[in-house]
């Protein structure tokens, strides 16, 4: 699981490789991203209820999970 410095944005991933450890060049061996999750802040700031989202990967024709293998690293947007 990777998060943003303020702690409302995560991404969950699979055990595949990290792109950013370098080792294999493999498409395939890349981790998976499998979700993410991103809270809103409230009138209130962090404090309270906040609204969350849930992203995950979409399905083709054949109802498979549509893979999404970054190759690089980018950081969450605050």
Known sequence: MGSN???N???VFDNGQNPHRGGSTDVGSLRQEL???IYETNVLG???PR???VIIPGMNSDKERVPIRPRNV???PP
């Open 74 to 76: 980018s950081p969450l």
């Open 51 to 53: 609204r969350m989202t």
């Open 9 to 11: 944005r995560f991404t």
């Open 5 to 7: 410095l303020l702690g």
């Open 35 to 37: 979700a993410a999750v």
């Open 46 to 48: 962090f404090r309270g």
